[in-house]
């Protein structure tokens, strides 16, 4: 993805309608933009819309009003299987949820994202799990599968990482270190962080 914005936001609204009630706004004219480079995070406590906010950027809701834009391109003219393409090519995600292939190892669990051996047991002692590299993903613990989930996402070295709340199953000590090491490592490629942690907040440029 070879331009200026990567991801924008221009006065975007969303208002849920329901007959008979008044519109609920979830957010309205938010205005931003995802550069190279750039590391920036949606804050708020839980509830506030910020997983809706990733929906609609991730083309999974559209907007009520206003323009979203990835690489430039309005959204709204893209098929859907041309918004698959650019998702699955350029964005890296990684939820609270950390899906990961049960019967897989979890060194093969990160390889699955078109990396080496190498590069994905690099990322697994980097992010503190590489001890557990032949354990089958069925069989760890949410800290450790949320860490395998972002050595995965990280080691792929997508254009863009969206991160939702990644770490909420580890300390926060542990957490802190996370975040700190994946923001160092994304160097030019931006990084958006849609969180409830002040460990996340912390390295991101706040919207």
């Keep these: 993805m070879d331009c200026k914005t990567l991801i924008g936001f221009e006065a975007v609204s969303l208002v849920y309608s329901v007959a008979g ?14 550069e190279p480079g750039s590391i920036m995070a949606v804050v708020g406590r ?16 559209p907007p009520s009003s206003g323009r979203v834009s990835w690489c ?32 897989l190892t979890v060194l093969k669990n990160v390889m699955c994202g078109g990396v080496d051996k190498t590069t994905a047991h690099s990322w697994l002692e980097k992010l503190g799990v590489a ?18 989930a972002l050595a995965r996402a990280i ?22 270190e996370i975040a700190q090491r994946v923001a160092h490592h994304r160097g030019p490629k931006p990084t958006l ?15």
């Design 21 to 34: 009630k008044p519109n609920k706004v979830i957010f309205d004219d938010l205005t931003f933009s995802v």
């Design 46 to 61: 839980s509830g506030s819309g910020k997983s809706t906010v990733l929906d609609v950027a991730y083309g999974k809701l």
């Design 72 to 103: 430039d391109r309005d959204l709204s003219s893209l098929r859907e299987s041309e918004a698959q393409h650019i998702r699955r090519a350029n964005i890296g995600y990684v939820d609270q949820k950390a899906l990961l292939l049960g019967d």
């Design 131 to 148: 001890d557990i590299s032949e354990s089958r993903g069925a069989k760890i613990s949410g800290g450790e599968a949320q860490r395998v």
């Design 155 to 176: 080691a792929a070295d997508a254009e863009i990482l969206v991160l939702a709340d990644p770490t909420t199953a580890v300390d926060s000590v542990t957490e802190q």
């Design 193 to 207: 962080f849609f969180t409830t942690s002040p460990a996340w907040a912390a390295v991101g440029a706040e919207l």
